[in-house]
T-cell receptor, first 114, second 113 residues
Framework: DVKVTQSSRYLVKRTGEKVFLECVQDMDHENMFWYRQDPGLGLRLIYFSYDVKMKEKGDIPEGYSVSREKKERFSLILESASTNQTSMYLC?????????????FGPGTRLTVL | QQQVKQSPQSLIVQKGGISIINCAYENTAFDYFPWYQQFPGKGPALLIAIRPDVSEKKEGRFTISFNKSAKQFSLHIMDSQPGDSATYFCAASAQTGANNLFFGTGTRLTVIP
């Protein structure tokens, strides 16, 4: 069964802390994505990656960075967390050559920055 | 700038009724239109999808209607059930270019018993 896992379901951090969100997929997918989900704003793409060590900015990359050292793992980094980064973070993956672009999502990490 | 506009933001329907969620887009390069369903505490999951070569696709109680000339598509849930209560996202992507999904803002559906 297809699986995307995220390291934490809930996370509470303080302003200014460095935060790491980890995502692992077991489907050998080429593509991986990080979104944030906020009420009334839907899913907004932060960063995505089409291959190991490759990364591309999405719609809202400011304040975030990513790392993809291995195909199955995609990390989201908040260099200095701020209260406006309190949100639900969703990781997704998809097959690089799939005809339908189906993305498989993890359960999400709800991050609170105090 | 929202590439895909979705309405309504929330919807309450009686059990057995029809739920209708609408989406509109501007980018004529979009050629794949999926709907994702998200239950509380879970990530979104693909529900049904359509390509613009057909005007309608049906899977069980779920139907996508697609109007290419109007650049609109909608999800119809027939005989809505309390178990359908979830947040629904429409999305769109193009096979060319970055191939990413552009999501609507979501509709929170509540089906009352």
């Amino acid at each position: 069964d297809v699986k995307v896992t995220q390291s934490s379901r809930y996370l509470v951090k303080r302003t200014g802390e460095k935060v790491f969100l980890e995502c692992v997929q077991d489907m050998d997918h080429e593509n991986m994505f990080w979104y944030r989900q906020d009420p009334g704003l839907g899913l907004r793409l932060i960063y995505f990656s089409y291959d190991v060590k490759m990364k591309e900015k999405g719609d809202i990359p400011e304040g975030y960075s990513v790392s993809r050292e291995k195909k199955e793992r995609f990390s989201l980094i908040l260099e200095s967390a701020s209260t406006n980064q309190t949100s639900m973070y969703l990781c997704a993956s998809s097959h690089g050559l799939a005809d339908n672009n189906e993305q498989f999502f993890g359960p999400g990490t709800r991050l609170t920055v105090l | 700038q929202q590439q895909v506009k979705q309405s309504p933001q929330s919807l309450i329907v009686q059990k057995g009724g029809i739920s209708i969620i609408n989406c509109a887009y501007e980018n004529t390069a979009f050629d794949y239109f999926p709907w994702y369903q998200q239950f509380p505490g879970k990530g979104p999951a693909l529900l049904i999808a359509i390509r613009p070569d057909v005007s309608e696709k049906k899977e069980g109680r779920f139907t996508i209607s697609f109007n290419k000339s109007a650049k609109q598509f909608s999800l119809h849930i027939m005989d809505s059930q309390p178990g359908d209560s979830a947040t629904y996202f429409c999305a769109a992507s193009a096979q060319t270019g970055a191939n990413n999904l552009f999501f609507g803002t979501g509709t929170r559906l509540t089906v009352i018993p």
